[in-house]
């Protein structure tokens, strides 16, 4: 197992990993900055889709979405004190941005791949995750990486659910 999954931090469970992920922005108001922009994009960009289930989404927005890991990273590397840990994972976020950003510019794979790499759920809430856990300084070991997957996996669920109870918005200015 890599050295940034130590498992040797124990004060830190995986439930309180959770809780943080979940709370971190209302008890740490210095964040919200950071987040909002994150968590608005998601809700935002999800529900549009939930209404619009015969959009898809395009390369402009994969390319666009994929400058949000680039922003997201910068901003952390030029705005906190990061530990060796965190700028290996900030530096990685920056770099899949920037690979993805590639790849999604010049069509350089299937637009099923791009754009579910590329989805606001996979970007927004991955963004998310290194930002809390850049910004509340919890340890990168066991209990963080399987709290952030859990999360992930139950972010990309509830909007599921929530789009699939959306009402479906018809274009009054639809040709067909």
Known sequence: ???????????VGLEQVWE??????LENPDIIPAVLPLVLGLIVIELYFGKHSNEDLGWNTSVGNS???VTTGISLYITESLSTQELHATMALIGLGLVIGYMNFFHKWSPA??????SAGV????AYILVIIVKTDLP??????EASGIFFIATIIVFK?????EVEQKDPYSIN
């Open 20 to 25: 943080m992920f979940i709370l971190a922005p």
């Open 123 to 126: 970007i927004y809430t991955l």
């Open 140 to 145: 990168m070991n066991q209990s963080t990486f």
């Open 113 to 118: 791949v791009a754009f579910a790499v590329s």
């Open 67 to 69: 400058v949000i890991w």
């Open 1 to 11: 197992m890599p050295e940034y999954f130590d498992t040797s931090s124990a004060e």
């Open 161 to 165: 659910i929530i789009k699939a109870m």
